[in-house]
């Protein structure tokens, strides 16, 4: 099982920049893919950025080329730089850890706001 704790969100102008990270913890934080959800209010929870086990990212396109994540395995920790925000990009972002085995994500943290105000 891992337990993941997201810091890093905040306020911040449009055009300005953050970076979320994400501590988990247990011995075999390199054995799952991880990714970053957000939930804006009055919509459904999406997928922002993934990383697998090997350092492979996917990215939705509404956010490609501004946000960045990265892993470091030796820091059972993982990383989404955000640039360029935009008041869209506000909502709640989650942490997420997803077994290889397992075709879900199936960890998840508690969240942390982030706000672009226009």
């Known amino acids: 099982q891992v337990q993941l704790v997201e810091s890093g969100g905040g306020l911040v102008q449009a055009g300005g920049s953050l970076r979320l990270s994400c501590a988990a913890s247990?011995?075999?934080?390199?054995?799952?893919?991880m990714g970053w959800f957000r939930q804006a209010p009055e919509k459904e929870r999406e997928l922002v950025a993934a990383?697998?086990?090997?350092?492979?990212?996917d990215y939705p396109g509404s956010v490609r080329g501004r946000f960045t994540i990265s892993r470091d395995n030796a820091k059972n920790t993982v990383y989404l730089q955000m640039d360029s925000l935009k008041p869209e990009d506000t909502g709640v972002y989650y942490c997420?850890?997803?077994?290889?085995?397992?075709?879900?994500?199936?960890?998840w943290g508690q969240g942390t706001q982030v706000t672009v105000s226009s």
């Open positions: 247990g011995r075999t934080f390199s054995s799952y893919a």
């Open positions: 990383i697998g086990t090997s350092g492979s990212t």
């Open positions: 997420a850890a997803r077994p290889v085995y397992r075709t879900k994500f199936e960890y």
